[in-house]
């Protein structure tokens, strides 16, 4: 069976550091795209980055120049390299798999575009 675990969430505080992880079972890993998504009390879930199999990244405006997502395909493992953080961020952050390719954008951004999803692990940014 299918399965994403997340791990790596926290309390942090603003203008500091979080690294997420997320490991993948139970599907052809390195064939489909990956992605991080957030989604704060009261809002939408957003998409944060995605990153397809050779390692072209595509990321939500809002964390452009802080947040770096990555994938190493022989452990099954994608990560979110999270910097200066915000209060903004905090949200519960989900790991996205089975995602395919978007023409002209690699991997999307949107949760339609994603088939698999992780329970979640909490991001808590104070200020």
């Known amino acids: 069976q299918v399965r994403l675990l997340e791990s790596g969430g926290g309390s942090v505080q603003a203008g500091g550091s979080l690294r997420l992880s997320c490991a993948a079972s139970?599907?052809?890993?390195?064939?489909?795209?990956m992605g991080w998504f957030r989604q704060a009390a009261g809002k939408e879930r957003e998409g944060v980055a995605s990153?397809?199999?050779?390692?072209?990244?595509n990321y939500g405006d809002s964390v452009k120049g802080r947040f770096t997502i990555s994938r190493d395909n022989a452990e099954s493992t994608l990560y979110l390299e999270m910097s200066s953080l915000n209060p903004e961020d905090t949200a519960m952050y989900y790991c996205?798999?089975?995602?395919?390719?978007?023409?002209?954008?690699?991997?999307?951004?949107?949760?339609?575009?994603?088939?698999?999803w992780g329970q979640g692990t909490q991001v808590t940014v104070s200020s």
């Open positions: 990153i397809d199999s050779d390692g072209v990244t």
């Open positions: 996205a798999g089975v995602g395919h390719l978007v023409p002209g954008k690699r991997c999307g951004l949107g949760p339609a575009d994603f088939a698999v």
């Open positions: 139970g599907y052809p890993y390195s064939s489909y795209c």
